[in-house]
């Protein structure tokens, strides 16, 4: 059970966040626990919300943004966002499993991710303290100044959200999926 109330419904929702959970369900077919959670702060939700489309609007793959996710979830420990995320991997992202195992090492089958995954992967576990040297290779690998930035920005947003859900102990709507070791 959830320490933070979660609505059970869009409706027992404050009224605030309802038309934002609609959009929620329209988009994805439902409402997780983590957006009717979250729903308790229209302030939050809306920031959370915000973010998530203006990153989506991106210079990152879809895929690319999924597998951030992974590898943060990992060095997070957080149980509902590695679920959620596994499945949008598999389902959404179409990531294979040998790809989203390498994804929670904070690296990946594909030369161009694996900068991306890994540079990811530092920021989150060196809290944005990375080398010189961190930065160059995700540079030399390809990516922009504005694409470093949005890697940063993802590592950030899947923070909070890894943060609020072990705050929440927001009970997983996923297959769960095991973390591989405590955070």
């Known amino acids: ?8 419904t869009i409706e ?5 966040s309802q038309p934002m959970l609609q959009a929620v369900k329209k988009q994805l077919g439902v409402v ?8 308790n702060s229209p302030a939050a939700l809306e920031g ?3 973010l998530s489309a203006a990153l989506g609007k991106g210079e990152l793959p879809a895929a690319t943004r999924e597998r951030i996710a992974l590898a943060v979830a990992e060095v ?4 509902y966002c590695l679920s959620a995320h596994t499945y949008l991997g598999k389902h959404v992202a179409k990531l294979d499993d040998a790809e989203m195992s390498a994804n929670r090492d904070g690296a990946s089958t594909d030369a161009m991710a694996h900068a991306a995954v890994h540079f990811a992967a530092q920021v989150a ?4 303290h990375i080398s ?4 160059a290779q995700v540079k ?3 990516y922009s100044d504005a694409q470093v930035i949005e890697i940063v920005q993802h590592v950030a947003l899947n923070t909070w959200t890894n943060y609020i859900n072990e705050v929440a102990q927001t009970v997983i709507d996923f297959p769960a999926v095991s973390l591989r070791k405590a955070a």
Do not use: H, W
């Open 12 to 16: 027992a929702a404050p009224t605030a």
């Open 76 to 79: 997070n420990g957080c149980g």
């Open 132 to 135: 010189d040297e961190d930065l």
């Open 125 to 128: 576990k060196q809290r944005g």
């Open 1 to 8: 059970m959830s320490r933070i109330p979660t609505p059970a």
């Open 32 to 39: 997780p626990n983590l957006f009717r959670m979250v729903s």
């Open 48 to 50: 959370y919300l915000s």
């Open 140 to 142: 030399a690998a390809g």
